[in-house]
């Protein structure tokens, strides 16, 4: 889940299935016994959404833990817990933030830890969710899917899937709700809004149509709110938290940012 305000939250899950189409439906309760449920509805996917499910959550009460699950084909999928903002007077909060998760580099353990804790009201991830490198180029702990570096669509959709088959990562995931924002990784190694220094126009194409495809498959494979349903690049938003926070979510990477700067250091500095 994801993107929590005051009375709604966006639930996610992704449907496997040889269909064409899924039809699921979708429930959320009080209760892990889902005998109060407060909001059900049915939605619909398709492989031009690589069979996601995302449901914005309307009616919900302020900084109340709810409980999410969806079932398709009389099967349930894992039930989730999540939790919407508070208003008025808000004496404290607790989040976890989170940055920069390369698959090949090692294990999640630090998602374990979190998982452990039941004081946190969000967990904020910076970015680099997910890493665009093939097998062995930045990190041999681990290997991941696909196997190359991930260029189109359905390179990201895969390394997207991959990702959230970690168990640490889906544990986290099934129990916080999650504010998050891309930085580079999730498209290529220090992107800006025309080029990025892991592109190579020659081999792997037009640049703005892999931006494009990193986009898509991020809003596709991740439980965030889309600011503004006319302009795809758009991520930058602000998150409530009563008369205590107001958490500002930027985009430093792929709308506005001009090239960076080429710095030289001398190897002798006094």
């Known amino acids: 889940s994801g993107d929590p305000t005051s009375d709604a939250v966006i639930i996610w899950t992704r449907i496997t299935t040889d269909s064409m189409d899924a039809h699921v439906k979708w429930a959320v309760a009080t209760d892990t016994a889902f005998t109060n449920v407060v909001a059900e509805g049915w939605a619909n996917t398709d492989a031009s959404k690589d069979y996601t499910i995302k449901i914005d959550v309307q009616g919900l009460n302020p900084y109340t833990t709810y409980y999410y699950d969806f079932l398709h ?3 349930y999928s894992l039930r989730g817990r999540t939790k919407t903002a508070p208003t008025g007077d808000v004496d404290s909060l607790r989040f976890a933030v989170v940055s ?3 698959f090949a580099f090692g294990f999640f353990h630090v998602y374990e830890k979190i998982t452990d804790r039941n ?24 290997l991941h899917e696909p196997a190359n570096e991930i260029v189109n669509l359905g390179d990201y959709r895969t390394r997207h899937a991959h990702y959230k088959l970690d168990p640490d990562l889906r ?4 129990n916080f709700p999650f504010i998050t924002t891309w930085d580079d990784h999730e498209s290529a190694n220090n992107s800006w809004s025309e080029g990025a220094a892991n592109h190579d126009s020659a081999t792997e194409g037009d640049w703005n149509d892999r931006k494009t495809a990193s986009i898509r498959a991020y809003y596709e494979w991740m439980p965030l709110r889309q600011p503004d349903m006319n302009d795809n690049e758009r991520i930058y938003r602000k998150i409530n938290y009563g008369d205590l926070a107001d958490i500002f979510v930027l985009d430093t990477r792929l709308e506005g940012r001009s090239q960076q700067v080429n710095t030289t250091f001398a190897d002798n500095i006094d």
């Open 73 to 75: 084909e009389d099967k």
């Open 100 to 102: 920069c998760s390369n």
């Open 119 to 142: 004081d946190i009201d969000a967990v904020i991830h910076l970015g680099d969710y997910i890493y665009e490198y093939g097998n062995g180029q930045y990190g041999d702990t681990r």
């Open 171 to 174: 544990f986290i995931h099934q």
